[in-house]
């Protein structure tokens, strides 16, 4: 049982916007900022939207985050058959005192 | 720009020490935090710990008892030393730039390395 709550999927076609969800706690993401990631199929994590919401150089802004109480929110517009992936929200957690994620949401672009 | 690279042992027995390193290039050692990230096969990410040459390391504490992670900085390199290793301990192994024990994001992450504890 993951401390961060993640859809396990979620589906969309080419061109579409998508959201996904990550719900916690006051002592995870009510206090910190949630950062995402995107696992292509048998790669590394990739790092999208940290902070409030800044991505790294390279990640289109196709891709944006949001975050309001105790949840945060992935946002894809202009899906592409690439896009297809895992997505892991993750942040502090100060009473576990340990980085948390979420159980991860698969995309599927229909 | 930085780039990280695991390496180590791909079979542990059980009981054993899991141990692997990571080597940091395009960046000093002694600048920034270093993680460790595991995921289990089919199975979501674990924060295992983060160090720094300066403050130290911090440990998820489910794993702390079995845990030391150190740098080397004559080697521009971490490593991750699991003790007591089961067959729960399976999982590719992820080494990561941090930005402080509580920093906001893990990036970039090296290629990852699968360590299978079996006898």
């Known amino acids: 049982q993951s401390v961060l709550t993640q859809p396990p999927s979620v589906s969309a076609a080419p061109g579409q916007r998508v959201t996904i969800s990550c719900s916690g706690s006051n002592s995870n993401i009510g206090n910190y900022y949630v950062s995402w990631y995107q696992q292509l199929p048998g790669t590394a994590p990739k790092l999208l939207i940290y902070g409030r919401n800044d991505r790294p150089s390279g990640i289109p802004d196709r891709f944006s985050g949001s975050q309001s109480g105790t949840s945060a929110t992935l946002g894809i517009t202009g899906l592409q058959t690439g896009d297809e992936a895992d997505y892991y929200c993750?942040?502090?957690?100060?009473?576990?005192?340990?980085?948390?994620f979420g159980a991860g949401t698969k995309l599927t672009v229909l | 720009q930085v780039q990280l690279q695991e390496s180590g042992p791909g079979l542990v027995k059980p009981s054993e020490t899991l141990s692997l390193t990571c080597a940091v290039s395009?960046?000093?050692?002694?600048?920034?935090?270093w993680g460790w990230i595991r995921q289990p096969p089919g199975e979501g990410l674990e924060w295992i710990g983060s160090?720094?040459?300066?403050?130290?390391?911090t440990y998820n504490p489910s794993l702390k008892s079995r845990l030391t992670m150190s740098i080397d900085t004559s080697k521009n390199q971490f490593s991750l030393k699991l003790s007591l290793v089961t067959a729960a301990d399976t999982a590719v192994y992820y080494c990561?730039?941090?930005?402080?024990?509580?920093?906001?994001?893990?990036?970039?992450w090296g290629p990852g390395t699968l360590v299978t504890v079996s006898s």
């Open positions: 160090v720094n040459h300066r403050r130290g390391a």
């Open positions: 990561v730039t941090s930005y402080g024990v509580e920093g906001d994001r893990f990036d970039p």
């Open positions: 395009g960046y000093s050692i002694s600048d920034f935090y």
């Open positions: 993750a942040t502090w957690d100060n009473s576990l005192s340990a980085w948390v």
